[in-house]
RNA sequence: GGGGGCGUGGUGAAGUCUGGAGUUCACGCCGGCCUGUCAAGCCGGAGGUCGCGGGUUCAAAUCCCGUCGCUCCCGCCA
């Protein structure tokens, strides 16, 4: 690569480079001046290396000299060397060796900085993203942009060498109101109109399988305007990717591929292959959730059976109205009484009625606030059921299922998470319901409302129980992503847009383009797409995506760096054919009032 | 839309429960000394609207009300 202004990268140096003349170039990540020798340690974008300026060597001016403070960008030319005696530190990559500077220049110097670029320091995250730029120059952040960028070459060397083709979907579409609130942008040309930035580029993808393209793939950005969380950010990023003549088998596989290639790269890593897979419902059954984290055991235990004829009123009650028993064993937790009663009211909190603690003695007998209303094959069962040992705590909660699963699903993770990133467990999880109910009790597509069933005739018969061809990725807990076998037939699609309630007029007016598309030569096609910004943040082990995202927004939807989004002129907002409303307007000048 | 946490010199924290002089610690910054350090060391110094507004009080970083910002979570995310 063509470099003229530095010959060597600061981290890449070796002791095999001794000897050699070079010019770095970069900041200034550390500086120890002894007053006489002043040590600095200089970074650019391969890594740190301890430059030395020896007064003797007069390698600048005394005011340089003194002068240089923390992240001035300088250039340095001087001799690589080993460090003398036993002054090599360990510690550094480049610790072997030294650079021996001849001449050194002051590129840029630096404002005092706002706060210390460190790995080991804890800066509030407004304030680095309000200085990104600066926070960026970590290594720890160059290192999550590196890792970024590995994955997605990755994933593009994977994609073409399967013969995948690149293409790029627009990013200004319709608006189609379902799902995600769409991020609008208003048309100038079209004054009162409004494009919609895509939520994904689904439809544009089974166009292009319309096209004959067979295989397509895209590092797509997309946006959804809901709330944010840790995981979620307003614009993401997603490697999309759909085949023609291709079934749920295919799209798996080359999930796998893709994973077992991007984990190798980041973590240097082998996966197992095939990777576990669950049904949708042996996922709810066996852990409360669509996207189980199976890096640990302590799975739901259905206890209907033990308490089929129980004296306990509350579980009786429960079962005699359609509702389940079950419970986790959450192990040799040690809670005292308080702490298991601590469990109990967050068991509440989620929105179970209550719950029963248990705890396995050494005798093997069950103490609990509840064992004497059970009997004791009861108590005998329900050891067996959860195999417990002595000192294992068992958490039952009673209640209709939906809310059973949710709340031992929720506990399951609380008590059992592993905190570290070292264990990797990705899988499948297959077998989704076609639908589910909304509050109105209405028919809602779960993945959407162009996954192929399984089968036509059952769904129609029976709605509520169809099962459809779309399948998650999970890894640790997390969805990384989701993809389906597509309806290619405009028939089945109409039933489907005829049991979520949609009118063929709706159907036609919002997705008519699409549907008269289907009705040239659909070929069969399936894809997926996975969400860049998650797999990379869990590989790299953070809690958040903003760690991988270069300017990411905060929660609220901001940029503390370059204040967006903001007010525009009247002169812009007319010439859309928009205004604000004026409710906001009042809301502007309240503000104002308050000297906000 | 709702719930929790946080907001104190440039940075991070303690102080807040139980009101009493802007008090403390670490880092950074500025100056001095110092030629082998590597989170250099030693000496000295500067730096504050305790997020903002209101209230209670003789007295508020501390108690109360409101508000803003950040964050975690629920709702939401086909």
């Known amino acids: 690569m063509a470099e003229t202004m530095k010959t060597h990268g600061a981290g890449t140096l070796r002791a095999t480079d001794a000897g050699g003349e070079v010019t770095l170039a970069g900041w200034v990540a550390k500086r120890r001046d002894h007053g006489g020798v002043v040590f600095v340690d200089m970074r650019d974008a391969t890594g740190i290396v301890q430059v030395v300026l020896n007064p003797e060597d007069a390698p600048a001016s005394e005011a340089d000299l003194r002068g240089i403070r923390s992240e001035y960008c300088i250039r340095v030319t001087g001799t690589v060397r080993l460090r003398p005696g036993d002054m090599a530190n360990p510690d ?78 627009p990013t200004l579409i319709a608006s189609t109101p379902e799902g995600a609130r769409d991020m609008l942008v208003p048309s100038r040309l079209r004054p009162g109109n409004f494009y919609a930035l ?34 979620r950010q307003l614009e993401f990023a997603q490697l999309d990717f759909e085949g023609s003549f291709w079934g749920q088998e295919d799209v798996l596989e080359t999930l796998e591929e893709i994973s077992v290639a991007v984990t190798k790269a980041i973590r240097g890593v082998d996966l197992e292959r ?24 302590m799975e739901i235990a259905n206890l209907d059976a033990v308490f089929g004829e129980t004296g306990f009123k509350a579980f009786a009650g429960v079962l005699a109205s359609g509702g389940t028993v079950r419970g986790i064993n959450a192990g040799p937790l040690g809670l005292s009484r308080s702490g298991l009663d601590g469990v109990s009211s967050r068991a509440q909190e989620l929105g179970a009625k209550g719950l029963v603690w248990m705890v396995a003695e050494e005798d093997g007998s069950l103490r609990s606030p509840v064992a004497k209303f059970l009997s004791e094959a009861e108590l005998a069962d329900l050891g067996a059921a959860f195999g417990a040992v002595a000192g294992d705590t068992l958490l039952i909660v009673a209640d209709e299922k939906k809310t059973v699963l949710d709340v031992l699903g929720q506990l399951r993770l609380e008590m ?23 509050e109105d009790g209405d028919f809602v597509a779960l993945h959407h409302p162009f996954t192929s069933p399984v089968d036509v005739r059952k769904m129609r018969e029976d709605p509520g129980h169809a099962i459809s061809k779309a399948y998650d990725l999970v890894l640790n807990g997390s969805e990384l992503g989701s993809g389906s076998v597509r309806i290619h037939d405009p028939a089945v699609q109409a039933q489907v847009f005829e049991i979520l309630g949609i009118s063929d007029e709706d159907a036609d007016r919002r997705f008519g383009w699409f549907l008269e598309a289907l009705r040239y030569g659909t070929p069969p096609h399936a894809g997926f797409a996975i969400g860049i910004d998650r797999l990379v943040a869990i590989l790299q082990g953070l809690p958040n995506i903003r760690e991988v995202i270069p300017f990411p927004k905060t929660q609220t939807g901001a940029d503390p760096l370059t204040g967006s989004p903001s ?28 000297g906000d």
Not at 220 to 228: H, I, K, L, T, V
Request: charged letters at 30%; proline letters at 7%; a negative charge.
């Open 274 to 297: 095939p990777f576990p897979r669950l049904t949708w419902h042996e996922a709810m059954e066996r852990y409360g959730t669509d996207k189980p984290d199976i890096r640990f055991g």
């Open 416 to 438: 059992g998470q592993p905190e570290g990133h070292d264990e990797l467990a990705y899988l499948f999880v297959v077998d989704f319901p076609v639908f589910e109910r909304n």
């Open 92 to 169: 550094m990559p480049t610790g072997d060796v030294e650079v021996v500077g001849q001449a050194m220049e002051i590129l840029s110097p630096s404002n005092p900085l706002p706060f210390q670029i460190d790995d080991r320091i804890d800066v509030e995250e407004a304030k680095r993203l309000q200085y990104r730029y600066l926070d960026l120059r970590r290594p720890a952040m160059t290192e999550n942009l590196l890792a970024r960028s590995r994955a997605i070459r990755v994933m593009r060397d994977v994609m073409e060498g399967a013969g995948f083709l690149e293409v790029e979907t």
């Open 567 to 594: 007010r525009v002129d009247d002169a812009q907002l007319r010439e859309l054919g928009v205004d604000v409303r004026p409710e906001v307007k009042a809301e502007w000048a309240a503000a104002e009032a308050e």
């Open 198 to 231: 895509p939520q994904s580029p689904q439809l544009f993808k089974q166009l292009l399988m319309i096209s004959g393209i067979e295989r397509y793939y895209q590092i797509a950005r997309c946006y959804r305007d809901e709330d944010m969380r840790s995981d």
